[in-house]
T-cell receptor, first 112, second 116 residues
């Protein structure tokens, strides 16, 4: 089944403790992206990647890092999480010439 | 700058009645427009898109959307609402950076509630 898989689904952590949210897609998509969803703000893009080793900032990149060493994986790294990063995070992928995204099921992160 | 606006935070409809979820856009050039749906505790699912061609676009689950260039709108519609249509709906526009690069910009979402 074609899908985008995120892990974990739920995560509670403490301020300052580094964490990684994994994202993997099995569709051989070139494009991958991370969004955060907050009430009243919709989805805002954090980072995106056009292909392996090609990443760029989205609209809200502060406090996040990403890497794209393999085509299928696009992990989101929070080096020093803070409470304002408490949010619902989504990974998405698409082929370059298809503007529709496939989304993962989401990761609900709470930073205390 | 490209953007989309969803003017209603919530839309309430009785089952069997037609529904409309509104979206307006602001883009330079030709717009690429999308609708996604999010059910509770789920990721976003693609409903339909307008790239070019007919102004009336048909999508999944009986939904359709009408592209109106003069009103810069892309409203989502369904002739007869179901309780199972209750969800959060997002309109999105593709922001083109050039050179095959770009990303989707989402509206803030509209919660659709369909009552029996």
């Amino acid at each position: 089944e074609a899908q985008v898989t995120q892990n974990p689904r739920y995560l509670i952590t403490v301020t300052g403790k580094k964490l990684t949210v994994t994202c993997s897609q099995n569709m051989n998509h070139e494009y991958m992206s991370w969004y955060r969803q907050d009430p009243g703000l919709g989805l805002r893009q954090i980072y995106y990647s056009m292909n392996v080793e090609v990443t760029d900032k989205g609209d809200v990149p502060e406090g996040y890092k990403v890497s794209r060493k393999e085509k299928r994986n696009f992990p989101l790294i929070l080096e020093s999480p803070s409470p304002n990063q408490t949010s619902l995070y989504f990974c998405a992928s698409s082929s370059t010439n298809n503007y529709g995204y496939t989304f993962g099921s989401g990761t609900r992160l709470t930073v205390v | 700058a490209q953007s989309v606006a969803q003017p209603e935070d919530q839309v309430n409809v009785a089952e069997g009645n037609p529904l409309t979820v509104k979206c307006t856009y602001s883009v330079s050039g030709n717009p690429y427009l999308f609708w996604y749906v999010q059910y509770p505790n789920r990721g976003l699912q693609f409903l339909l898109k307008y790239i070019t061609g007919d102004n009336l676009v048909k999508g999944s689950y009986g939904f359709e959307a009408e592209f109106n260039k003069s009103q810069t709108s892309f409203h989502l519609k369904k002739p007869s609402a179901l309780v199972s249509d209750s969800a959060l709906y997002f309109c999105a526009v593709y922001r083109d950076y050039g050179g095959s690069q770009g990303n989707l910009i989402f509206g803030k979402g509209t919660k659709l509630s369909v009552k029996p």
